[in-house]
DNA sequence: CGAACACTTGACAGCCCTCAACGTGAGTGG
DNA sequence: CCACTCACGTTGAGGGCTGTCAAGTGTTCG
């Protein structure tokens, strides 16, 4: 709670080229950094452009709303969330973070963030200077590409939710994202730890916590799940992917 | 109908320097094609960029769901509905694009068009190939910038009617911001037409159409708003504004 | 052990969807 | 000019999903 955005902590964690690769494997840039065919030139001047930032414990904010717009990160570890407080002080999640995946892409448009971002366990980043990595686009095409098509996913992935799913269906579409997305994390897909509370899950599937745990328990007494806690398993994914496919586009 | 995507129609209304420059003052890419400083070689290049397509007369696709993605294309004149339909047969709308705003941005991330896209009235775009307009974006930071700024609106404005609103205030908030885009083109903010139909605003405010019809009837009954039939005036832009102001986050 | 918090469970109400019928305006052909 | 058609829009009645309010349970931590 420092106040200062994205402070510039733990620089002595510097990328190491033999960690980083396996590390950085599953990164959302790993694609510009690791296997674009870039110049060895080309690839120190991103890794040079890399801070490792954090550890952010749960509950510290990586940047809040109105504050300067400078970077952009990409989460090494855990989980981060973001979300706005509307003027009745209402909080909109407007998503959830996993390793390899950018926060701030929707800060672009304007000079300060539009949004919080929150630790909800232990966070690292990777974080990039914007202008920085706007000017090494130019002069990398693949790192230019990368840019372009995270910022068109997400505006895809926040058009889905927009729709007028029912409770049971946006609860189907947030586990099985969730699974598919710690699948090619190379987590389990099944059987995983839910690291938000089920108030935060409401907040980001526009319903009540009630409903959650209402959704949540009918799901376990229809064997779809099993729930212990903030731990899930999937037990009968065919259906739960089946109740998701108006979300997840099929 | 043809089935072929963006077709490279009316290619003999060419960019014209005198012309455009008034035309193309309110587009999307004014700030790059016009003001960037661009020396005149760097502007030559994108001005050669441009096909002008269309026209494309009401209920005309001009992409369609899965067409192979190859440009993006800002409107120059007339209104652009982008639509998905779900398996279940349901239509929803992205989205509506008046002139100088950009279609086939969440298109980006895939190879193909995630949606469809139908002239309203008479449409004419402003096409862009997309490998063609990365490369010079190459070269110019201003127009890399554009493109990154135009991406990270979207995924903004995709999140704003996420939110579990009422149907007032979604409606208040769809009229306060068309009013406000149109203005920002030179027309009236206080009385324009609707371009779409009712249905098409159920569908993209997630409501009923009957839900659309009544909060309309209620609006005026309360000298909100005066409608009859495609034409809308506000009467009462502080109120509307009012109830849309936890949308358009005030 | 007690307090704070997260979560669950139940009762009830309200918003909005669904279904149905009717009204209206534009275009067409006689 | 009129009857007809059809799409669009409006109006009404009823019901379902989910939010709200309230109380209770379980867990964590000081």
């Given at each position: 709670?420092?106040?200062?955005?994205?402070?510039?902590?733990?620089?002595?964690?510097?990328?190491?080229?033999?960690?980083?690769?396996?590390?950085?494997?599953?990164?959302?840039?790993?694609?510009?950094?690791?296997?674009?065919?870039?110049?060895?030139?080309?690839?120190?001047?991103?890794?040079?452009?890399?801070?490792?930032?954090?550890?952010?414990?749960?509950?510290?904010?990586?940047?809040?709303?109105?504050?300067?717009?400078?970077?952009?990160?990409?989460?090494?570890?855990?989980?981060?969330?973001?979300?706005?407080?509307?003027?009745?002080?209402?909080?909109?999640?407007?998503?959830?973070?996993?390793?390899?995946?950018?926060?701030?892409?929707?800060?672009?448009?304007?000079?300060?963030?539009?949004?919080?971002?929150?630790?909800?366990?232990?966070?690292?980043?990777?974080?990039?200077?914007?202008p920085q990595i706007s000017v090494l686009a130019t002069r990398l095409p693949g790192l230019q590409q990368t840019l372009f098509r995270l910022?068109?996913?997400?505006?895809?992935?926040?058009?889905l939710l927009a729709g007028d799913w029912t409770a049971d269906e946006r609860m189907a579409a947030f586990l099985v994202g969730l699974s598919?997305?710690?699948?090619?994390?190379?987590?389990?897909?099944?059987?995983?730890?839910?690291?938000?509370?089920?108030t935060d899950i409401a907040n980001y599937l526009r319903l009540a916590p009630e409903t959650v745990s209402r959704v949540l328990k009918r799901?376990?007494?229809?064997?779809?799940?099993?729930?212990?806690?903030?731990?899930?398993?999937?037990?009968?994914?065919?259906?739960?992917?089946?109740?998701?496919?108006?979300?997840?586009?099929?």
């Open positions: 709670m420092t106040g200062t955005t994205f402070p510039r902590v733990d620089r002595s964690i510097v990328a190491d080229d033999g960690d980083e690769f396996t590390f950085c494997s599953t990164c959302a840039f790993s694609h510009a950094c690791l296997s674009q065919g870039l110049d060895k030139a080309s690839l120190k001047d991103l890794h040079m452009l890399v801070e490792h930032i954090g550890p952010f414990h749960a509950g510290e904010h990586v940047f809040r709303e109105g504050d300067p717009f400078e970077a952009i990160a990409a989460v090494r570890a855990g989980t981060v969330k973001t979300y706005s407080i509307d003027r009745d002080g209402r909080e909109h999640v407007l998503g959830f973070h996993l390793p390899g995946e950018v926060i701030g892409l929707n800060a672009i448009a304007g000079d300060r963030y539009p949004c919080n971002a929150v630790a909800l366990d232990t966070v690292t980043l990777c974080r990039f200077s914007f910022l068109s996913r997400d505006i895809g992935t926040a058009s598919r997305r710690l699948a090619a994390r190379g987590f389990s897909p099944d059987r995983f730890q839910l690291t938000m509370a089920r799901f376990q007494d229809e064997g779809v799940v099993r729930v212990d806690r903030r731990e899930i398993e999937l037990a009968d994914r065919p259906r739960l992917e089946n109740m998701a496919g108006g979300i997840l586009q099929s």
